[in-house]
Every structure is written in C-alpha cells, then in structure tokens.
C-alpha cells in the first residue's frame, strides 16, 4: 500500500468525542475499501500530544494511582507512532494487515489507553475506570479485554522477545506489516533484553523496530546509579542493530527516524529517544517521586492549568 495512502492528514478527533464519532471524522477509504488510523500533520501531533498529557495525568489521578512518569515521556513517541506512522483500524483492532505497537514498559499502560482511545477503539469516557474493579484498562495492559493492546505486560524485560516472535511470524506469513516495541531504559538492565536482541540481528529481521524510552530514570533512582548502561547507543550497535539517536520530544526527528528504520533492510532498527520522565508537568519533569505516585486532587488541578 503506497505510503501516501496510509499517511493522508486527517484532523483529530475532539477530545470529548465518542469513540463512534471519533472513528466518523478520522477515518479515510483507500483502495480496496480497506479504512486506516488518521495520519496527523505536525501541529496536530503537537495538539494530540497535549490531549493525551491531559488524560494521563486525569487517568491517575482519578485512580489515586498509576505510573504518571514514565507515560508522559513516552507521549511524543506514542503519538508518532498511533497518529502519523503505523497502519491499523480501530474498527478492526485484529485485522490481519495491521502494524503492531508492544508496549514494553507495560506499566505505562496510561499512554496506550489514551492514544487507544483518541483512535477510537473505546470510548474516550472509559478512561476514568482506570486500575478499577472490573474495567478493561488495568495497571498493566491485557491483550485479551482492551482492544488495541498487543501483549498483556506485567515483568518487564518481556516486550522485545514477545516482538521479535510477532516479526518472524510475519515473515513466515509473508505479511508486510510492521513491529513497534517500545522499552524502558531501565528494563534494559535485565538479560533478557540483550538476549533479544541479539536474535533480532541474527534472524535479520528488518520489520521491527525497538524504541528506548530513554529517561534515564527507574522506579528506585537514576539509571546510572541503579545499572549504568551508557553508552547505550554503542550497546544497541555493537549487537548488530541499526541505531538511530533522536529527541523524543521532537516530532520532526522521531517521525525521520522511522521513515529512516523503513528503509533500512536486512538487520532491526533501534531508536534511542533521549526523554524526560514527567515531561509537560513542570513539578513532575526528572521528578522520581512520580514515576509511581499519582497526582494528589492539588497538583492534578496545576498539572492541568499548566497543559491548557
């Protein structure tokens, strides 16, 4: 499908929107009737990045719970992502031809769930049921009850290889969709990670790419205290990967780096996206304390006045 097709600029649904008139405004017939995701010009991404921001920090904190940090740096990198550069249908979240986002760092499962339901696979009000009793979107994102979610994650270190097994099937299947898998750099202290890596250099596999969500930051410190991985980028190289180094705030540079990592052939790709954790929340940005603690009633008040 020519590229054109897929990345035709569609305005964003309003972030009141039901999911139903959310899919109505966005969505756009290519050939064979087959419907895609918007594709979102820059000031849009800017706008839906924004959007997003705002749910997470509401999401949380109407749970009184969930892991604000790291979502909110990843925001950019997931809106690039859902809005402008993979293919798939909210209105058939299991179309076969779909590209395939794994949200590694399961538990910021807040960015998935908002983004998800901003493309119209929920509705956008079942964002408040957030870590509640009976809702489809818990602490860590289950593959079997919300739509849109790709690996049911809990112990992290998992995603990569969860991916590379999802790329090999589509290389077996001879489909042309593509993996997204996105890490946290502090799940990359864990072997699992490396020994993934390495299969994807081995096996050749040009259809997935792995995006480090590098905000230097944990659960219980700063990466170089807790396991210093630096220099991660030689890391990602050294075990055969393509790497590309980018901004993860900048739009311009993350979507050329995976416009870059669709062209590179015969080895994976990997996007070192250098983030701040809490990013948009001037009391949350490189703020430990909240990369598990949800907002207080007070400082969801300020957070929100600050992402007018």
Known sequence: MPSSERRESRKPADAGASAASATEASFVSTQGGLTLAPALSLAEL????????????????KAGSGHPG???????????????????????????????????????????????AESGYFPIDELSTLRK??????????????????????????????????????RLDSRDYRVYALLGDGECDEGQVWEAAMA????????????????????????????????????????GWHVIEVNGHDFDQLLAALDEARKVKG????????TIKGKGVSFMENNLEFHGRAPNTEELRKALEELE
């Open 70 to 116: 790291g979502s909110l740096s990843a925001v950019e990198i997931v809106t690039s992502l859902l809005f402008r550069v993979m293919r798939h249908d909210p209105r058939n979240p299991r179309w076969e031809g779909r590209d395939r986002f794994v949200l590694s760092k399961g538990h910021a499962a807040p960015v998935l769930y908002a983004a998800l």
């Open 200 to 239: 994807a250099a081995h096996f050749k596999l040009d259809n997935i790419v792995a995006i480090v969500d590098r905000n230097r930051q944990q659960i219980n410190g700063w990466t170089h205290d807790v396991m210093d991985t630096e220099p991660m980028a030689q890391k990602w190289r050294s075990f």
């Open 46 to 61: 800017s706008k839906m990045a924004k959007t997003l921001r705002r749910h997470i920090v509401t999401m949380t904190g």
């Open 267 to 274: 080895r994976p790709t990997c996007v070192v996206a250098y």
């Open 133 to 170: 009793l009976n809702s489809r979107l818990q602490g860590h994102s289950d593959m079997t009850e919300t739509p849109g979610v790709e690996m049911s994650s809990g112990a992290l270190g998992q995603g990569l290889s969860f991916a590379i097994g999802i790329a090999l099937a589509g």
